[in-house]
């Protein structure tokens, strides 16, 4: 699988003072088919990532929306809430289309709590999604981001399908604790 990330990083020793509300519209730009080779995606998805580089630690709040035709999960919806087995948390099914739907996001880092809204659907985040990575650098930062994963050809297929995402109309309100 071949992962696509874009996003929009601000480095701030601040970040963690405010409530994040972020969002943008997004679309798949064709239809998955299982007789498709050249065009298909794992999954797309997106949210809002921040890093506090003295502890190494990164808090990520978002959604993945499984868009591969052979899998028994096509069309689920995850949020970045790991449960016990170690998995994303799915939430919901949304049919495969090509129209635009949007993405709200809340994080509250210092609740650990937050709420992803794909269209009007609400899904409370009870945790924030932690990961630790001793390599990482000190900075202090967070980003928007949108990732497509394309799906995994297997071992004897000479090229991979090629995942797409369209994105626009993002935005990012910074509302600080108290207010």
């Known amino acids: 699988m071949a992962h696509n990330i874009t996003h929009h990083k601000l480095y701030d020793e601040k970040i963690f003072d405010y409530v994040h509300i972020f969002g943008y519209k997004f679309r798949h730009p064709f ?11 794992e999954i797309i998805g997106g949210g809002l990532h921040s890093w506090y580089g003295p502890e190494k630690t990164g ?20 949020v970045w809430e790991v449960e016990e087995n170690g998995e994303f948390k799915w939430v919901d099914n949304m049919k495969a289309d090509t129209d635009w739907h949007s993405l ?3 994080m509250d880092k210092k609740n650990d709590c937050g709420f992803v809204i794909v269209d009007k659907n609400v899904y409370k985040i009870a945790k924030l999604h932690k990961t630790y990575h001793p390599e990482f650098g000190a900075d202090i930062s ?4 949108c990732e497509v994963v394309s799906i995994y050809p297997g071992e004897e297929a000479a090229y991979g399908a090629t995942g797409r995402m369209q994105v626009k109309d993002w935005f990012w309100i910074w509302l600080p604790y108290g207010e």
């Not at 088919?33 to 995606?41: G, R, T, Y």
């Not at 967070?142 to 981001?145: E, K, M, S, T, W």
């Open 142 to 145: 967070a980003g928007i981001v």
């Open 104 to 106: 709200i996001g809340i």
């Open 31 to 41: 239809m998955p088919a299982a007789k498709e080779q050249e065009f298909n995606s």
């Open 59 to 78: 808090y990520d709040i978002g959604f993945g929306w499984a868009l591969n035709p052979w899998a028994p999960w096509y069309g689920n919806i995850n």
